[in-house]
């Protein structure tokens, strides 16, 4: 009886700890694979996102590209965000949130408020910005002109006066495919703000 009890106990504690096990083994599978949250710090998205803004990132897309030997190359336009390739020797901001405005091989022109790209396609340049409608007519700082690397992305923030954006026109520089976490999904919270992207 003495055995059975302890048995009994023995067999009730492994499937707590089994339980406790599974659970967080799912829980790096989910967030190292399949969706991460973020925070939003800082002005440099607003007007589409702002400091305290809670955001799901989706990371299948990166996940199954990976998986196929490939690196993943978002949509133009499209909210995402990356490991700050300059974290180690910045020390903040470990993961930031941008827009994407160009892809490798392409030429980024900003200059008198205005961004253009050029590319194949496009020999006279194009306003990445018309393709969103949270950037048209915006107004933009700076004075660039670069060739996006192999393998890289040009970024911006949304808020491109002055210095309100560290991105891909000002220090920053361009980021790497494989530093990308994912396209943003949902905006979380606020609740009131809820939205997908």
């Given at each position: 009886m003495?055995?059975?009890k302890k ?7 492994a499937?707590i ?10 829980y ?6 399949v969706?991460?949250?973020f925070n939003?710090e800082g002005p440099?998205m607003?007007?589409t996102?702002?400091?305290g803004?809670?955001l799901?990132?989706n990371?299948?897309p990166?996940?199954?590209t ?5 690196a993943?190359?978002?949509a133009?336009?499209q ?7 300059s974290?180690?020797l ?5 993961y930031i949130?941008?827009r994407?405005v160009?892809?490798p ?5 900003v200059?008198?408020?205005k961004v253009t ?11 990445p910005?018309a393709?969103t409608k ?14 996006v690397?192999?393998n890289?992305?040009?970024v ?10 560290f991105?891909?026109r000002?220090?920053?520089?361009t ?8 396209p943003?999904?949902l905006?979380?919270?606020p609740f009131?703000d809820f939205r997908?992207f």
């Amino acid at each position: 009886m003495e055995s059975e009890k302890k048995q009994s106990f023995i067999k009730d504690v492994a499937g707590i700890v089994l339980f406790f096990v599974l659970v967080f083994l799912g829980y790096l599978f989910i967030n190292g694979f399949v969706f991460r949250s973020f925070n939003v710090e800082g002005p440099s998205m607003e007007q589409t996102l702002y400091s305290g803004d809670k955001l799901i990132v989706n990371k299948l897309p990166v996940s199954f590209t990976h998986l196929t030997g490939n690196a993943y190359l978002p949509a133009r336009g499209q909210v995402i965000v990356f490991k700050n390739p300059s974290y180690a020797l910045m020390g903040r901001d470990e993961y930031i949130v941008k827009r994407v405005v160009a892809f490798p091989g392409e030429k980024v022109v900003v200059l008198k408020g205005k961004v253009t790209v050029y590319n194949n396609s496009h020999p006279q340049g194009f306003d990445p910005n018309a393709l969103t409608k949270d950037q048209e007519g915006a107004p933009v700082s700076g004075d660039v002109e670069r060739t996006v690397a192999k393998n890289e992305i040009f970024v911006m923030g949304d808020h491109r006066q002055d210095n309100f954006s560290f991105d891909s026109r000002n220090g920053l520089g361009t980021i790497p495919l494989n530093d990308i976490v994912g396209p943003v999904g949902l905006r979380i919270f606020p609740f009131q703000d809820f939205r997908g992207f």
